[in-house]
């Protein structure tokens, strides 16, 4: 983990990993594997509350549906010679699903799944930790994407966002880890997953088309504190302007995720940010850790 103002204990975020330059697809690759899944706790009452929880919510709730995840099991790093900036970056990936998420990062007792280390994996090895992501999107003229989440999504509910979701397995066939795969393959295709599913995000979420977005950059990693959730954060430039894109939105695939676009200045993003859930406060600091790496 690198250090940064961030990782103070009472921060609502921690940075995982900061590329400040921005990473292209070539340079950020992945290793899948069985060894990066969760480890189930050795508490049986608390796993097995993992199910409990779920079927209880599955009652309640028709739009509740399980589905697989990729994993979030640490990270590496290299950088440019006689520098600090990335190089390149490979994220370790296992499997998991949200039938697990919910019964353990969102699990009310989430903190009993912790154990005390100072390694970040170590430390989370009995959660989910399925990797979410967050796009920060620039618009032709200037200003940044931001949601207001709806009153039907999981995870924070009216709160401000930049626009996002998840890889998803589904989308490179991968439905279980399998010893006769092509690993090289896999973890290609995996990759390339991680960059083709933040533009997907965006074109279902803000209703823009494909064409109009430049090629996602990686900017890094972002865990939040409550319920340690990661997230990878993409820096995706549209060459769309403000007014054409509120437009498109109330037309966007997935709008009922979210009850308003906000189309905003730089000037007026900071104090937004400060109404996000921390994996996307920590977005909004590798953004500006971006622009200054610019100046």
Not at 255 to 261: D, F
Request: hydrophobic share 35%; with cysteine.
């Amino acid at each position: 983990m690198q250090p940064n103002a961030a990782d103070d204990s009472a921060s609502p975020f921690k940075l995982l990993l900061s590329c400040p330059s921005g990473l292209y697809p070539s340079q950020v690759s992945v290793v899948f594997d069985a060894s990066f899944d969760r480890i189930p706790h050795p508490d049986v009452q608390l796993e097995n509350s993992i199910s409990e929880i779920w079927n209880r919510k599955s009652q309640h709730s028709s739009l509740l549906f399980n589905g697989s995840k990729f994993r979030y099991a640490g990270h590496s790093s290299s950088n440019v010679a006689d520098s600090s900036q990335v190089a390149s970056a490979c994220l370790h990936l296992g499997l998991t699903d949200y039938r697990t998420f919910v019964g353990t990062n969102l699990n009310p007792m989430w903190e009993k799944f912790i154990v005390e280390s100072q390694d970040e994996c170590s430390r989370c090895q009995h959660t989910s930790n399925p990797l979410g992501n967050g796009a920060v999107v620039e618009t032709s003229d200037k200003r940044i994407l931001v949601l207001q989440r709806s009153n039907n999504v999981g995870e924070f509910p009216g709160h401000f966002v930049f626009p996002g979701g998840h890889p998803e397995p589904g989308e490179v066939g991968i439905t279980a880890h399998q010893s006769n795969q092509d690993t090289e393959l896999i973890n290609k295709m995996i990759s390339q997953e991680m960059f083709d599913s933040i533009s997907r995000e965006v074109v279902e979420e803000i209703g823009v088309p494909a064409e109009s977005l430049c090629t996602p950059i990686f900017i890094g990693l972002s865990l939040r504190a409550i319920n340690v959730r990661p997230a990878a954060f993409f820096f995706i430039k549209c060459n769309l302007p403000s007014e054409e894109i509120q437009q498109l939105y109330s037309s966007a695939k997935d709008a009922y995720e979210s009850t308003q676009l906000y189309i905003v200045p730089m000037s007026e993003l900071e104090s937004m940010a400060s109404n996000m859930p921390g994996c996307h406060q920590g977005g909004y600091a590798l953004y500006k850790l971006m622009l200054d790496a610019m100046k």
